[in-house]
């Protein structure tokens, strides 16, 4: 079994009221089910259609399920608070209904994380503990981020 990946690169600054710890333990979750076969990367872009240049985008740390993204189309979505017309122009290009995810992304900074911990209480933080790792694994706990030092 692979341990927990290590987060090399720099901070990250707070997203749908998601600290950056709490986005290093997403993304750690994340690529701990997919290294260990339990979960799959997706293949294409699930708004465009593309096939390189992939990463994966989690509008909610709380959750395993990422949507795999082109790069430059995750790079307009981060940057669609500073630069909507962009953003706009995706959603216009790519949307059938308007009733999709992407589709319905706010332009404005949202808290979703505090949203989630009204209305689940401050364990759904814990990830970890709720994610649907196969009967049996030990998760290494002494792996997952907690700030600085780790």
Not at 64 to 70: A, I, K, R, V, Y
Request: with cysteine.
């Amino acid at each position: 079994m692979k341990g927990l990946r290590k987060w090399v690169w720099g901070t990250t600054p707070v997203y749908n009221g998601f600290t950056f710890e709490e986005r290093v333990r997403g993304w750690q979750l994340i690529m701990f089910m997919i290294d260990n076969g339990w979960a799959g990367r997706g293949a294409t872009c699930c708004i465009s259609g593309q096939t390189e240049q992939l990463r994966l985008h989690s509008e909610n740390y709380y959750s395993w399920e990422p949507h795999t993204l082109n790069h430059s189309i995750h790079m307009a979505l981060h940057r669609r608070f500073k630069e909507p017309d962009q953003w706009r122009r995706i959603v216009d290009r790519y949307a059938v209904t308007g009733e999709e995810w992407f589709a319905r992304l706010s332009l404005v900074p949202v808290d979703l994380a505090g949203e989630l911990r009204a209305r689940h209480g401050p364990e759904v933080a814990d990830i970890f503990s709720r994610a649907p790792i196969p009967e049996g694994v030990a998760v290494p706990f002494d792996q997952i981020y907690r700030g600085e030092g780790m």
